[in-house]
């Protein structure tokens, strides 16, 4: 049965590229959702900042030291500027498109800022945002997943993937303010097993918003025994 729908499924995407093929969203060159010099056309994130005040500037984008107590994560890194209208049609495409190809062209993305600042990645471990198993069945995969095995792949960061687990299905958070979101995330995330404090965990997401997702991942695994906790996303939302 696996290999019938493996193979429909190549049928399929043949057919697509065939008929449809693929082409950057900038450019509208063929063979892409986005070419190599439009690519490197993005614009990183150049200043960091403290994810919970978002006004002071920082290297790697720790919580400062008038917001130090105030976040069970140690900081949040943002790798590309926002405001970009190309980042956020890959972006849309890869979670609500289900063009899962995009997935190498954000991660290259990540990793050429994202090793910039952090030189080494020893001890370094990514763990990615989970998605509730409903959810993650409507999408076909999860985004933060499939990102953070292509960055293992690409460094020698170790990525682990079911040690968080994500207990309970939340309504969106779309609509919802900071302290609403994090109401509506509590206790909605377990740890699998007890951590590595010497360790330094990277929770790896697509968009940060609020940073109260992130927030409540990091809080798991502190509970575990985690004592470095950073956030690890692609864009901020608004």
Request: glycine share 4%; net charge positive.
């Given at each position: 049965?696996?290999?019938?729908?493996?193979?429909?499924?190549?049928l399929?995407?043949?057919l697509?590229?065939?008929?449809?093929?693929?082409?950057?969203?900038a450019?509208?060159?063929?063979?892409?959702?986005i070419?190599?010099?439009?690519?490197?056309?993005l614009?990183?994130?150049?200043?960091?900042?403290?994810?919970?005040?978002?006004?002071?500037?920082?290297?790697?984008?720790?919580?400062?030291?008038?917001?130090?107590g105030?976040?069970?994560?140690n900081?949040?890194?943002?790798v590309?500027?926002?405001?970009?209208?190309?980042l956020?049609?890959?972006?849309?495409?890869?979670?609500?498109?289900?063009?899962?190809?995009?997935?190498?062209?954000?991660?290259?993305?990540?990793?050429r800022?994202?090793?910039?600042h952090?030189?080494?990645?020893?001890?370094?471990?990514?763990?990615?945002?989970?998605?509730h198993?409903?959810?993650?069945?409507?999408?076909?995969?999860?985004?933060?997943?499939?990102l953070?095995?292509?960055?293992?792949?690409?460094?020698?960061?170790?990525?682990?993937?079911?040690?968080l687990?994500?207990?309970?299905?939340?309504?969106?958070?779309?609509?919802?303010?900071?302290q609403?979101?994090?109401r509506?995330?509590?206790?909605?995330?377990?740890v699998?097993?007890?951590?590595?404090?010497?360790?330094?965990?990277?929770?790896?997401?697509d968009?940060?918003?609020?940073?109260?997702?992130?927030?409540?991942?990091?809080k798991?695994?502190?509970a575990a025994?985690?004592?470095?906790?950073?956030?690890?996303?692609?864009?901020?939302?608004?």
């Amino acid at each position: 049965m696996k290999n019938i729908f493996f193979m429909f499924h190549k049928l399929k995407k043949t057919l697509l590229d065939l008929f449809f093929p693929l082409r950057c969203v900038a450019c509208k060159k063929e063979g892409a959702w986005i070419c190599k010099n439009c690519l490197n056309r993005l614009s990183l994130r150049q200043i960091q900042t403290c994810p919970i005040c978002k006004s002071r500037p920082r290297d790697f984008g720790e919580v400062c030291d008038f917001c130090h107590g105030k976040s069970n994560l140690n900081g949040i890194f943002v790798v590309a500027e926002s405001h970009q209208q190309v980042l956020r049609q890959l972006i849309h495409k890869f979670k609500y498109n289900f063009c899962q190809e995009v997935s190498i062209n954000l991660a290259e993305l990540i990793l050429r800022n994202f090793s910039q600042h952090f030189l080494s990645t020893e001890n370094l471990i990514l763990i990615p945002v989970p998605l509730h198993p409903k959810r993650e069945r409507w999408r076909g995969f999860n985004q933060s997943a499939l990102l953070s095995s292509l960055l293992g792949s690409y460094s020698n960061m170790l990525t682990l993937k079911n040690v968080l687990l994500r207990t309970r299905h939340t309504k969106s958070q779309m609509k919802l303010k900071r302290q609403q979101r994090l109401r509506n995330l509590e206790d909605a995330f377990l740890v699998h097993g007890q951590l590595d404090s010497k360790s330094t965990y990277i929770l790896l997401d697509d968009i940060v918003t609020t940073g109260a997702t992130l927030e409540a991942c990091a809080k798991a695994l502190r509970a575990a025994g985690a004592r470095q906790v950073w956030g690890l996303a692609l864009s901020r939302g608004t």
